[in-house]
């Protein structure tokens, strides 16, 4: 089994930035501004695991299905073939 977590805080754009300076780097034409909530976290948790017949999504403590779980099914196609892994995952 593989396992990754990730926390990723709440970022509200208070001015944002437009255009591109340089494409090549990515750098932005003019500066943007941002500020970052405390305390509005949220933790995803990404376990790939050969006993998984199908991905499984699991959102504030309920098993998704339809269009929620193809999405992230999409997004989790793209990591495994970049990874080169053939195992279904659990997300929660």
Known sequence: MRRAVAEARANIALIKYWGKRDRVLNLPANSSLSLT?????????????????ADRLILGGEEQVGEALRRVTG?????????KLDLRAHIE
């Open 37 to 53: 909530l405390d305390g509005m976290t949220t933790r995803t948790t990404v376990c790939f695991d050969s006993a998984l017949a």
């Open 75 to 83: 997004f989790l196609d793209l990591v495994r073939g970049l990874a």
